[in-house]
């Protein structure tokens, strides 16, 4: 098992930044990549970024690219998630995800084998 803690939400204004980090710890070398969805009220969870943990390929949803970097440290089994730029409608919680094989396709969240438990995130306009 794996476990997954993450932190570094709070409330932002529009157009200021946020990092949040996500911890692993357990069987973190059976990792494959790792991810950031996020979840709004009343919107289902959506895929925001991902990186794989052997040579840092990322990936991005189309809504927070050129504004969101995803980034890791591999010896500190910790991934994550620079937010600049931010905007009203990036508020959600956050949720930090591991797969242990490639999940095809990336956004799909069921295609991950661990969860934290989430940080939120609220932009002010």
């Known amino acids: 098992q794996a476990q997954l803690v993450e932190s570094g939400g709070g409330l932002v204004q529009a157009g200021g930044s946020l990092r949040l980090s996500c911890a692993a710890s357990?069987?973190?070398?059976?990792?494959?990549?790792m991810a950031w969805f996020r979840q709004a009220p009343g919107k289902e969870r959506e895929f925001v970024a991902g990186?794989?943990?052997?040579?840092?390929?990322?990936y991005y949803a189309d809504s927070v690219k050129g504004r969101f970097t995803v980034s890791r440290d591999n010896a500190k089994n910790t991934v994550y998630l620079q937010m600049d730029s931010l905007k009203p409608e990036d508020t959600a919680v956050y949720y930090c995800?591991?797969?242990?094989?490639?999940?095809?396709?990336?956004?799909?969240?069921?295609?991950?084998?661990?969860w934290g438990q989430g940080t939120q995130v609220t932009v002010s306009s």
């Open positions: 357990g069987r973190t070398f059976s990792m494959f990549i």
């Open positions: 990186i794989l943990w052997s040579d840092g390929f990322t």
């Open positions: 995800a591991a797969s242990r094989t490639f999940p095809v396709p990336i956004e799909t969240a069921r295609g991950y084998d661990y």
